[in-house]
């Protein structure tokens, strides 16, 4: 079982940055592969960023929304997950909810909000 817990949100405005942070309680963080997915008002939710497990292999994979302005990061001692975000446009307010994928495992977080607006 993984417990997950996003911070960073806010309020902030238009090319502006902020900085995501998902902490992760239980064991085995590093096997996960962790995201972040956003959801806006009246759409689904959508694949903001990935970045692979030790297991997994693979390369970090962005959104074409996103790319060349938001950068995901780990750090398995911490058992953390980051998203910088740059260069932030109104289009990216959303709820942002941090992801943690193993086989078939999936587990969720509760969502931070981010709100760019001038």
């Known amino acids: 079982q993984v417990q997950l817990v996003e911070s960073g949100g806010g309020l902030v405005q238009p090319g502006g940055s902020l900085r995501l942070s998902c902490a992760a309680s239980?064991?085995?963080?590093?096997?996960?592969?962790m995201g972040w997915y956003r959801q806006a008002p009246g759409k689904q939710r959508e694949l903001v960023a990935t970045?692979?497990?030790?297991?997994?292999?693979?390369?970090?994979n962005y959104a074409d929304s996103v790319k060349g302005r938001f950068a995901i990061s780990r750090d398995n001692a911490k058992n953390t997950v980051y998203l910088q975000m740059n260069s932030l446009k109104p289009e990216d307010t959303a709820v942002y909810y941090c992801?943690?994928?193993?086989?078939?495992?999936?587990?969720w977080g509760q969502g931070t909000q981010v709100t760019v607006s001038s």
């Open positions: 992801n943690a994928r193993y086989l078939m495992t999936s587990y």
């Open positions: 239980g064991s085995g963080f590093s096997m996960y592969v």
């Open positions: 970045v692979p497990s030790i297991i997994s292999g693979g390369i970090t």
